[in-house]
């Protein structure tokens, strides 16, 4: 069977191509069941094998304008399996499964769904969110897309998970631990600052969710928190905004639509 022709194929992390029908993991052949997301960066996608349901997301491997990519999308998913690693076992979290090829990773599948907008969830959601949070703080992790609600996911059971941990920063010399890369070339005061301050960004943007969904759970002090940014979140709207416009602009003109899809439609609802 001949397939379609993918228009502006450089737009997707894997150009013409889809995610694999089936792949081998361990205990296995996994078979491809439905693609949650394909963009610039990666491609994310749903499998089911012998030990149930899992998820492929495989980093960028297509060139860009004559230029080789596949070291971003290698580079990429070696960062975010190293975050996977760090937090396997906690509660609220994907359990890690492995890297697939060179710019693959798979975790386990977590039944629920990305947070809706102006859903109500139970409760102690948020509660246990900032508590997922703060573990992730303690080991020096910012999780730093939290902006995002698709990042969310309200568990079958009612409870917070967290997914996508691609661009989450993880200062390996926090509390005196041994920095290696990179990160030996930074001075000791400016990576704690970055943490910092990424951390603070994190826990005002739980917030801003906590208001937009469940503000009858907030205190005064938290709903005043709410509201206050910080410069640096403000500093990084300012700096970003260009490149959003420009890339929405593209989007517009090569695509009809302005945004990628997002994990937060109603059609992202059913996993079955």
């Not at 228009?7 to 694999?20: F, M, N, T």
């Not at 600052?193 to 951390?199: D, E, S, Y």
């Not at 205190?219 to 500093?235: D, F, H, K, M, N």
Request: hydrophobic share 40%.
């Amino acid at each position: 069977m001949v397939q379609p022709k993918v228009k502006h194929a450089w737009l997707r992390a894997l150009g013409p191509e889809d995610l694999p029908p089936s792949i081998m993991l361990a205990d296995g052949e996994y078979r491809h069941l439905r693609t949650f997301k394909h963009d610039f960066f990666a491609a994310t996608g749903l499998y089911e094998g012998p030990s149930g349901r899992v998820v492929l997301k495989m980093g960028r491997v297509v060139g860009l304008f004559g230029l080789p990519m596949a070291w971003l999308g290698e580079l990429l998913a070696g960062h975010e399996a190293s975050i996977y690693q760090e937090v396997d076992g906690l509660d609220g979290v994907p359990r890690w499964l492995g890297r697939w090829g060179r710019t693959g990773i798979v975790h386990a599948f977590v039944e629920g769904h990305p947070l809706q907008r102006n859903e109500y969830v139970p409760d102690d959601f948020f509660p246990r969110l900032e508590a997922l949070l703060a573990e992730l703080h303690r080991r020096g992790i910012a999780y730093v897309d939290l902006e995002k609600r698709e990042n969310i996911l309200v568990c079958a059971d009612g409870s917070p998970a967290l997914i996508d941990f691609q661009i989450s920063y993880k200062w390996a010399g926090y509390q005196g631990g041994r920095r290696t890369g990179w990160q030996r070339l930074m001075p000791a005061s400016v990576g704690n600052l970055l943490l910092t301050k990424l951390q603070q960004g994190d826990r005002y943007h739980v917030l801003k969710h906590r208001r937009r969904h469940r503000p009858d759970t907030l205190t005064a002090e938290q709903l005043a928190a709410s509201y206050r940014r910080g410069w640096y979140i403000e500093l990084h709207r300012r700096a970003s905004w260009p490149f959003t416009a420009l890339r929405r602009l593209v989007l517009k003109l090569l695509t009809g639509r302005s945004r990628s899809p997002k994990q937060d439609g109603p059609e992202f609802l059913n996993t079955k």
